[in-house]
């Protein structure tokens, strides 16, 4: 997919949820959309810097948080504890893979095969699964 269908898309998934799609909102949402994997605030942030409209990281993060507020993306912490964002429509409820040789977070197409059974009284709004090990980069490589 080429950058304006990036972003055509991207304004389309915010008017959809009934929002102004800001310029700010369009960038951020069109960078997820392109990057095809999780991605952390800090290379979200290199990535605007190189853009025609270079974004704060105040704003980035109000927007990250805006998108994930309003489900048009989803966030996930590493164990290096750094928050990554990606795209949520692309694969609602699904796994995430996290190599433990790069720190690389991968989202995985298949969601989790079973609902825990919660105790009784309990409510469940949504399950993290991360399934850990090497990415095919550095199993290949050796690491």
Same mark, same amino acid.
């Given at each position: 997919?080429?950058?304006?269908?990036?972003?055509?898309?991207?304004?389309?998934?915010?008017?959809?949820?009934?929002?102004?799609?800001?310029?700010?909102?369009?960038?951020?949402?069109?960078?997820?959309?392109?990057?095809?994997?999780?991605?952390?605030?800090?290379?979200?942030?290199?990535?605007?810097?190189?853009?025609?409209?270079?974004?704060?990281?105040?704003?980035?993060?109000?927007?990250?948080?805006?998108?994930?507020?309003?489900?048009? &993306?989803?966030?996930? $912490?590493?164990?290096?504890?750094?928050? /990554?964002?990606?795209?949520?429509? +692309? !694969?609602?409820?699904? #796994?995430?893979?996290?190599?433990?040789?790069?720190?690389?977070?991968?989202?995985?197409?298949?969601?989790?095969? &079973?609902?825990?059974? $919660?105790?009784?009284?309990?409510?469940? /709004?949504?399950?993290?699964?991360? +399934? !850990?090990?090497?990415? #095919?980069?550095?199993?290949?490589?050796?690491?």
């Amino acid at each position: 997919m080429n950058s304006a269908s990036h972003h055509d898309n991207a304004v389309r998934l915010i008017r959809e949820c009934g929002a102004s799609a800001t310029t700010a909102r369009v960038q951020v949402l069109q960078l997820l959309l392109a990057a095809n994997t999780t991605v952390s605030h800090q290379a979200l942030m290199q990535a605007a810097t190189d853009e025609a409209q270079p974004l704060d990281k105040v704003t980035l993060y109000r927007v990250l948080d805006w998108l994930v507020t309003h489900g048009l &993306a989803h966030s996930v $912490t590493g164990q290096d504890r750094v928050r /990554r964002f990606g795209v949520a429509h +692309v !694969h609602h409820g699904h #796994a995430h893979f996290e190599c433990d040789a790069c720190g690389r977070l991968f989202c995985l197409a298949d969601r989790p095969s &079973a609902q825990p059974r $919660t105790p009784p009284g309990f409510e469940a /709004r949504h399950i993290d699964v991360t +399934v !850990h090990g090497r990415c #095919a980069d550095c199993t290949h490589a050796g690491v």
